[in-house]
């Protein structure tokens, strides 16, 4: 891909695909997961590539069921972890909550090497200096947080075969599940087992986005950082959620691109 | 991929999803051209993959436009090959037009598998049974379409570097050229040399989709089949084309899947 100029105005979409491009050389990502950032793109492009109002209730909302959970716990796979696998670390390092690899196309090398990256960002984020609203030791908060995956010592009833397994200690025992970018027959099992599941999906429309507890329709990156803020500024609490609402206000918002022509 | 069962109701998308999954692994695709596929099944995900009444009449017009010309050309990329490579060399052989092979991201290996792909496909198609309407000889037609893009003797004015390489014969001196997912600088360039350029584009606001002379905002399997019925069966004029309109059509239906929620 060529240089992108820093004036480009999709410049930071196209640093974003650029990202997934050297990802699956290096054999992080599933085959198809440039087919579904492609897919992730057009609706992005629709949205304006800025995260809506509603987008935002729904991170507000993600926030306060992550703070109000016993057990979350924050669940990615390789599109996940190369576009915010920074974010959800901080995040998992504010919420002393662990992060699981857990991925739909299963096989032990990409886990290992999706591991050794959140690994590697895991000790560069310990380095970095605290949130400024942040109060503690961030280099200890951020060293603690458990990077779970490499042991499949638990279940999500419902599934059959390898897309069954999951660590026993994170999504196995978790009440409150942040899983950016989920597959559709996943978030049904989860949903099914009385779990909270937080998705982001840019899609309204996907069986993820209309299944989960609270859908943010919003890039995954984006997102994700606006999360980081919310989570290390301030609590609030879960309400009664409606989310057919953010659904529906995203597909409108996205209907409105027609008086861009 | 899992195998796809085939009362699935999105079948016919995974299948083209697997073809150029394979595709890639094969070498025949750019490293971005999985994204571009899926930016792709995302509107047509929005247009219910269907073939719109407003992308029917844009079919319609092209195939007037192809009929009506005096050097036409078809100038495809590595997607359009796997996607459509067989109903566009039917329609070269009725056009009795070149087939060009021109990509966006040049290697001389990546035109020669893409070209040897396509001599595979003319064969087999020769062999095939005559279309219904078809008066003539057509093992001959078919085998007589000449494909391009080995020799790059030709240049497209106004573009730099490898992206300005095309053939003398083919895109050089065509007055209309058929070039499905074109990009944005490339279709500006052609449109600057005066050249009618019929594109068939899923994302109605691309720079390709508002600076084409004439927008089939549709799948391009899909497209290249109704249009080779087009032209197989009858020949028409072209008309005062209003391009805007059918991108405005294709931007409400697509906002109408608000409604599927």
Redesign the interface.
């Known amino acids: 891909?060529a240089d992108i100029p820093a004036s480009h105005p999709r410049r930071a979409s196209l640093l974003r695909?650029q990202r997934?491009?050297d990802a699956?050389?290096l054999g992080l990502l599933a085959?198809?997961a440039?087919?579904?950032?492609?897919?992730?793109?057009?609706?992005d492009?629709?949205l304006d590539e800025r995260t809506c109002d509603s987008a935002r209730t729904a991170i507000r909302e993600v926030a306060a069921r992550l703070q109000a959970a016993q057990h979350p716990v924050i669940s990615v796979n390789g599109n996940t972890t190369v576009l915010a696998g920074k974010s959800l670390i901080r995040i998992a390092a504010i919420l002393d909550c662990p992060l699981e690899v857990n991925i739909y196309y299963r096989t032990p090398k990409r886990i290992e090497k999706l591991l050794a990256l959140l690994k590697n960002l895991r000790k560069e984020i310990s380095e970095e200096l605290a949130p400024n609203q942040f109060s503690g030791d961030w280099k200890s908060a951020v060293e603690s947080v458990n990077i779970l995956g490499a042991i499949s010592d638990g279940r999500i009833l419902g599934l059959e075969g390898p897309r069954s397994l999951c660590s026993a200690d994170g999504i196995e025992s978790a009440d409150v599940i942040l899983v950016p970018l989920e597959d559709g027959d996943r978030c049904e099992a989860l949903i099914a087992l009385g779990k909270q599941v937080l998705v982001i999906d840019l899609?309204?429309?996907s069986r993820t986005a209309?299944q989960a507890t609270v859908t943010i329709v919003d890039e995954v990156s984006r997102a994700s950082s606006i999360l980081f803020s919310y989570i290390v500024k301030e609590k609030s609490n879960p309400t009664d959620w409606d989310n057919?609402a953010v659904?529906?206000d995203a597909?409108?918002v996205?209907?409105q691109?027609?008086n861009?022509?």
Chains 1, 2 share one sequence.
């Open positions: 891909m695909r997934l491009v699956a050389k085959d198809s440039l087919i579904a950032h492609g897919r992730g793109e057009a609706f492009y629709l899609n309204p429309l209309r057919d659904l529906k597909l409108e996205m209907a691109s027609v861009r022509i």
